[in-house]
């Protein structure tokens, strides 16, 4: 124990243990005390009891025969000999008219007494001819246990005092020395010096488990250890801070509540025009690089909103305001204030600002630029405009042109399978068939090319349309030109919408017809429309079982000519292209998803 240590210290704990084992301890000293005093107390209580019934068993018939006789010697014998019992304190023979014997002095208190009458037999007969009374003390009891008392009480002190001596000097071995050591190491403790352990002087036995000091001995070296591990990762913390404050190109600079500067980057220093952070340090950054607005007009510090960031924590975003330099230029700036708190309590703001200089001269030209655009694109989108009306006639008059000419062929083919049948071979029948094939597809192909223009051209007029009847009309379309195909038809009711009901009834046209036809394979086939949630928003749906598609080519559908099953399903790859335009012409969207073999949904939306 060093002397530093012995002055201070205190065995506060050792003293309450002694205090706790003392009272514990005497606590059970005066319980077993009382219990050994009360069953002695029983013990004497009851061996008086046993002599008063020894004087009825022995001594009251032979005492009656010398009463009865008068025998005054014999009856002093038997007196005296009971008063030769422990306790026994008075004694007296009498009958009715005297006393004959007695012994010793009444006691008023502290007595157990009893009285015995003294019977005769006499012809037959039980006579009463006296009565013997018999009073014990119980002061002597008393005097005993009294003196057992402060036997068991002596010794117990005696006993507990060096009890109490010897728990405090092993207390002080196993347990209080080797606190004040792990005391003295937590007080020298140094994170700067790291290595030096906490170990303690003790004798151990080999391969002896550890008990509770080395638990906590390991646990302070542990603690040194990721104290140690802490503070370093702090300090790489701290030097990667100051590394990135030093090196961002950002200017960032720190105030108090007062506006008075607490750190500033290189960056800050190098647009502010100072040497180091000892020019601004403790400085009002208001009154240094913000006292005047971009007009020249002053800039209160109360009005400004780098105050409100530093009092109110209030983070602003400012991006046309003057900065103002040492050598009294300026500068536009764009800043950002962020309040800084510490222990939930406003300590002042950080404020981050960049030179936008070459952006206002950027911004400058840009406008410029785009004021020069801006006509440009008029310009451009009129003579836009111009062509695509110019292609809209051109590809409807060749569309129209061309349908002469292939009504031509077509007729002229058929002219020549039912007129000269017989002088054709059959491999040039099948070539006419082929040749009218042909003409006939080419011409749905210029029907749906001229449906697609179409659309595009048709002036919109929206209105309130009942999307269940627009695609009741078009299944039952469907059924006048199929009659012999059975499709369960499932149609929800009153579905509204705005949009152009003519428009719209070519959505149907296509969507349910493409339904239709890929469900011809299916034995069971069936159709669905209806109205479903997709992201929030209302989507219309046209569902059915038929032959699907893999959704990696899911991209393709809506492109004019894309078809996914070759030549298997008719078609001309037109339809979902002017679905699209019709949807989007809406403000809405269409997409598609499937499963092959297992069916295909297409849904669409629409602006309210």
């Known amino acids: 124990m060093t002397k530093g240590r012995s002055d201070t210290y205190k065995p506060g704990i050792a003293r309450r243990l002694i205090i706790y084992v003392v009272l514990f301890s005497s606590f059970i000293t005066v319980l077993a005390t009382a219990l050994q005093l009360y069953w002695d107390y029983k013990n004497d209580i009851g061996f008086i009891k046993n002599q008063l019934q020894q004087i009825e068993d022995v001594n009251l018939k032979s005492i009656s025969e010398s009463l009865w006789t008068s025998d005054i010697k014999e009856l002093r014998t038997h007196i005296e000999g009971i008063s030769q019992l422990r306790d026994i304190q008075y004694l007296e023979i009498r009958d009715n008219e005297k006393t004959w014997v007695s012994k010793g002095e009444p006691l008023s208190g502290n007595t157990l007494s009893r009285q015995y009458p003294l019977l005769h037999s006499h ?19 008393y005097q005993r246990l009294l003196d057992k008392f402060w036997v068991i009480l002596a010794s117990n002190a005696v006993k507990t005092f060096l009890v109490a001596s010897f728990i405090l000097f092993i207390f002080y071995q196993l347990i209080t020395r080797h606190l004040l050591t792990i005391a003295d ?17 003790r004798t151990r036995k080999q391969n002896e488990n550890a008990d509770e000091l080395d638990m906590v001995v390991n646990a302070i070296n542990q603690m040194q250890r990721n104290m140690e591990e802490a503070f370093g990762a702090l300090k790489k913390s701290e030097d990667q801070v100051r590394l990135l404050m030093d090196s961002t190109a950002e200017a960032i600079y720190g105030i108090d509540t007062d506006g008075r500067c607490t750190f500033a980057n290189p960056a800050c220093l190098h647009l502010l025009g100072y040497d180091n952070y000892a020019d601004l340090a403790g400085k009002n950054m208001h009154e240094l690089i ?46 950002w204030s962020h309040p800084i708190r510490k222990d939930n309590e406003l300590i002042g703001a950080v404020v981050t600002f960049i030179d936008i200089s070459e952006r206002r001269h950027a911004e400058d030209e840009l406008k410029n630029y785009r004021d020069h655009l801006e006509e440009l ?34 007729g002229f083919s058929q002219a020549l399978q039912e007129d000269y049948a017989g002088q054709i071979d059959d491999t040039g029948i099948n070539y006419l068939q082929r040749i009218r ?33 627009l695609a009741e009309k078009s299944v039952h379309k469907l059924q006048e030109m199929y009659p012999q ?17 003519r428009l719209l009834e070519i959505v149907f046209d296509n969507l349910l017809g493409n339904a239709w036809k890929y469900t011809h394979k299916k034995q069971s086939a069936s159709i669905e429309f209806g109205l479903s949630e997709k992201d929030g928003k209302t989507a219309y749906f046209v569902k059915d079982n038929g032959a699907g598609f893999d959704m990696q080519y899911a991209t393709k559908l809506f492109g004019a000519f894309q078809r996914l099953h070759g030549n298997e399903f008719e078609g001309t790859g037109i339809g979902l292209a002017t679905v699209s335009r019709i ?25 309210k």
């Open 290 to 335: 913000h006292h005047t607005y971009p007009d020249g007009s002053a800039s209160p510090a109360e009005s400004g909103h780098i105050y409100k960031a530093a009092h109110s924590g209030q983070c602003t975003h400012i991006d046309d305001e003057v900065l103002w330099r040492r050598d009294g230029s300026s500068f536009p700036a764009e800043y």
């Open 185 to 201: 190491f937590a007080r020298d403790l140094n994170i700067n010096q790291p290595g030096k352990l906490l170990t303690l002087s």
């Open 123 to 141: 012809r037959g007969q039980e006579l009463e001819i006296g009565i013997l009374t018999v009073s014990a003390s119980l002061d002597g009891v």
């Open 437 to 469: 094939t042909g003409s006939q597809r080419m011409g749905n192909l210029i029907d749906d090319l001229l449906s697609l223009s179409r659309v595009s051209r048709i002036e919109m007029s929206r209105a309130d349309v009942n999307l269940s009847l």
């Open 377 to 410: 694109v008029a310009e451009r989108t009129s003579e836009l405009t111009r062509i695509n009306r110019e292609l809209e006639t051109f590809s409807y008059s060749v569309s129209h042109d061309l349908r002469a000419p292939l009504r031509a062929i077509d």
């Open 485 to 501: 195909r059975k499709v369960k038809i499932k149609i929800s009711d009153n579905i509204q919408a705005q949009g152009d009901a």
């Open 583 to 607: 949807i989007h012409r809406h403000g809405g969207a269409v997409w598609a998803e499937a499963i092959p073999d297992e069916g295909a949904v297409f849904y669409f939306t629409l602006t």
